[in-house]
C-alpha cells in the first residue's frame, strides 16, 4: 500500500473501536490509552469522536460500543461466505457431540468466531462448562490466539516467515496457568501441531475448560479458518478429546472443504 493512500487517523480510531473486547467492555481515556499505545488526550478525542458518531455510548467518563457497530456484523454475516456455508454442519456437529463448537478466523493476536454450534443441553454442563458457553462466546468474539485451540491450529498453519514474525512482535498474556507464555515453548508445540494437524488445548485459556480444533481449508488446499469443540475438562475420567472427537471433527472438516 502507497504511503499517501493511507489515512493515519482513521486508522487510529479503528484500533479504538477495536480495543472494546470481553474481556473490557466499558473504557475510560486511560484504559484506552493503554490498549492502543495513544496518548490519553488523543484516546479522549477518539472516544468522543466515536461517541458523536453513535459507534460508543457514555456516562460522562467511561464509554462502550452502541448498538450502531452492529450494522458491520450484520453486513458481514449476510454477505460472508464462510459463515453461511458452515453454519448448517456447526448445527449437527454440536447435536452429535453435545458439544458446543465455533469456526474462528485469525487477525493480529487474536481469533475471531465467525459461526458457533450451540449445545443447549444445559442438564449435562457443569459450571465451567457453562461459563465457557455464556462468557462472551458468540459470534464476533475475539479470543488470545496464543492460548485457544482454534488460534494455535490457524498459527500453525502460517507461513514460516509470518509464524516468527508473528511470535517476535506478540505478548503472550497468561490467562491460567497452563498458558504458554514463553515464544520458544509455544513455537515447540505448534510445531507438533502442524505435524499431527490438530490441537487440544488443555485448560489453557480458561480452568476447567479444554477443546480440540482442526484446521479448515478451501479446495485449493489453503488453511481458512478452523473449527472446534469445546467442553469442560473438571471430569478426571472423562476421556480424552482426541481419541473421542477426532475423527469427527476431521470427517466435519472435509465434508466442508468444497463449501469452503
Not at 456484523?73 to 458439544?99: D, E, F, I, K
Not at 513455537?187 to 502442524?194: E, G, V, Y
Not at 489453557?204 to 481458512?224: C, F, M, Q
Request: proline share 3%.
Amino acid at each position: 500500500m502507497n504511503k499517501s493512500d493511507w489515512i493515519e487517523g482513521m486508522a487510529r480510531g479503528m484500533t479504538v473501536l477495536e480495543s472494546f473486547d470481553t474481556e473490557r467492555q466499558r473504557l475510560n481515556a486511560t484504559l484506552t490509552a493503554e490498549r492502543t499505545g495513544l496518548t490519553r488526550a488523543a484516546a479522549r478525542r477518539h472516544l468522543l469522536t466515536l461517541a458523536n458518531l453513535g459507534y460508543l455510548e457514555s456516562d460522562g467518563q467511561y464509554f462502550w460500543l452502541s448498538a450502531k457497530v452492529l450494522g458491520f456484523a450484520g453486513s458481514y454475516l449476510s454477505g460472508a461466505r464462510l459463515p453461511r456455508a458452515v453454519q448448517p454442519t456447526l448445527h449437527q456437529l454440536s447435536l452429535a457431540t453435545q458439544l458446543s463448537c465455533s469456526v474462528a478466523v485469525l487477525q493480529n493476536d487474536s481469533v475471531i468466531i465467525v459461526a458457533r454450534g450451540i449445545w443447549q443441553g444445559s442438564h449435562t454442563q457443569t459450571k465451567a462448562s457453562h461459563n465457557v458457553l455464556a462468557y462472551g462466546l458468540h459470534v464476533g468474539t475475539r479470543l488470545p490466539a496464543h492460548a485457544t485451540s482454534t488460534g494455535q491450529v490457524l498459527l500453525a498453519n502460517l507461513p514460516n516467515t509470518e509464524l516468527m514474525a508473528w511470535l517476535k512482535n506478540t505478548p503472550l498474556s497468561r490467562l491460567t496457568t497452563n498458558t504458554a507464555i514463553q515464544a520458544s515453548s509455544l513455537k515447540q508445540k505448534l510445531k507438533a501441531i502442524a505435524k499431527q494437524d490438530y490441537c487440544v488445548a488443555n485448560q489453557e485459556h480458561e480452568l476447567g475448560v479444554d477443546a480440540i480444533a482442526v484446521p479448515l481449508r478451501n479446495t485449493s488446499g489453503k488453511t481458512v479458518a478452523a473449527l472446534n469443540l469445546v467442553r469442560s475438562s473438571i471430569d478426571s475420567n472423562a476421556q480424552d478429546l482426541a481419541s473421542l472427537w477426532l475423527p469427527l471433527l476431521q470427517q466435519t472438516a472435509q465434508t466442508l472443504r468444497p463449501l469452503i
